[in-house]
């Protein structure tokens, strides 16, 4: 089953407004990052919280992270129509080989209208 | 810089044909190298990894295989396709060793390819 989940699974804004994300998960972490997916591409990596953190902003992100709720959110603000993709969730876990697991939720779709 | 390819970017494949898909990365050498798929609409499921050459691990049982004949070089194979099988394909990249912020923090970034997308008919 799916480690994150993501919430709503799709959300459709106009430009200039903010669009909030939301991800639930279900066991302990180690880190939480933040992927987007342009249609039919890769995946790109956005930001990563680590489990000792509460808030962290980069440029028009802003990811808070609540542990005891095994939730998180993005925030996307002054959205642009190029902010269309969808965005995932992965929770991360170090292991003994030195590979590191992303499990990743389902995916918001973000639709900015111009 | 690092750079991560993907061929081919689209395949049609009859149930029952052999598969290849071939990822390479440049700018980097002993990656950690990861295949993926991603039915419609969904996340990402981890299908393999691989830590060194020749070293693979599966994540879930499946049709399909994994080989890295080179450092830098990850094939995702199939004997015989199943319908099952259609899907995107991502290979992603990351460094080999953890990186380590305040305390016991481990993380890393994957690097992600432009995928293959696999329709068996």
């Known amino acids: 089953s799916q480690q994150g989940e993501e919430d709503p699974q799709a959300l459709s804004i106009q430009e200039g407004e903010n669009a909030t994300m939301n991800c639930s998960y279900k066991?302990?972490?180690?880190?939480l990052q933040w992927y987007r997916q342009n249609s039919g591409r890769g995946l790109v990596h956005l930001i990563l919280?680590?489990?000792?953190?509460r808030e962290k902003h980069s440029g028009r992100l802003r990811v808070t992270l609540d542990t005891s709720k095994k939730s998180s959110s993005l925030l996307i603000t002054a959205s642009r129509a190029a902010d269309t993709a969808s965005y995932f969730c992965?929770?991360?876990?170090?292991?003994?080989?030195?590979?590191?697991?992303?499990?990743f939720g389902s995916g918001t779709r973000l639709l900015v209208r111009p | 810089s690092q750079t991560i390819h993907q061929w081919p970017a689209t395949l049609v494949q009859p149930v029952g044909s052999p598969l290849s898909l071939e990822c390479t990365v440049e700018g980097t050498s002993n990656p950690n190298l990861y295949w993926y798929r991603q039915a419609a609409g969904r996340g990402l499921q981890l299908l393999f990894y691989s830590v060194g050459i020749g070293q693979i691990s599966s994540e879930v049982p499946q049709n399909l295989s994994a080989s890295r004949p080179q450092d830098r070089q990850f094939i995702l194979s199939s004997k015989k396709l199943l319908l099952s099988d259609s899907g995107f394909y991502l290979c992603?990249?990351?460094?080999?060793?953890?990186?380590?912020?305040?305390?016991?923090?481990?993380?890393?970034?994957?690097?992600f390819g432009p995928g293959t997308r696999l329709t068996v008919l």
């Open positions: 919280i680590r489990s000792n953190e």
């Open positions: 992965a929770t991360g876990f170090p292991r003994m080989d030195s590979s590191y697991k992303l499990i």
């Open positions: 066991t302990s972490i180690n880190n």
């Open positions: 992603a990249w990351s460094v080999h060793e953890l990186k380590r912020t305040g305390g016991a923090t481990f993380y890393n970034e994957q690097f």
